[in-house]
Nanobody
Framework: QVQLVESGGGLVQAGGSLSLSCVAS????????MAWYRQAPGKQRELVAV???????NYADSVKDRFTISRDSAKHTAHLQMDSLKPDDTAVYSC?????????WGQGTQVTVSS
């Protein structure tokens, strides 16, 4: 059974940092894309950052120069280092993995940034 599990969320003050991790199990392919999404209350889910199997990255404008996505393909893990956090970063952050024609999602982890 394929499963993605996120960890590392929590409560932090504005200007602080958090590091999220996503561990995938039961997956036997080399994922093409791994990404982090977030959804704040009352807002649509948005792409935060994506990384290809070759290590190319792309970020939402709102997090550029503050967030860093990385991955370990051999271990099917992805990380999101979040620095200089702002209250607007408060959301549920979910990990996403594309494996062939199938997209997998984690259950999400809450990130709350206080002002």
């Amino acid at each position: 059974q394929v499963q993605l599990v996120e960890s590392g969320g929590g409560l932090v003050q504005a200007g602080g940092s958090l590091s999220l991790s996503c561990v995938a199990s039961g997956i036997i392919c080399n994922s093409e894309l791994m990404a982090w999404y977030r959804q704040a209350p009352g807002k649509q889910r948005e792409l935060v950052a994506v990384i290809t199997s070759g290590g190319r990255t792309n970020y939402a404008d709102s997090v550029k120069d503050r967030f860093t996505i990385s991955r370990d393909s051999a271990k099917h893990t992805a990380h999101l280092q979040m620095d200089s956090l702002k209250p607007d970063d408060t959301a549920v952050y979910s990990c996403n993995m594309v494996c062939g024609a199938t997209v997998y999602w984690g259950q999400g982890t809450q990130v709350t940034v206080s002002s």
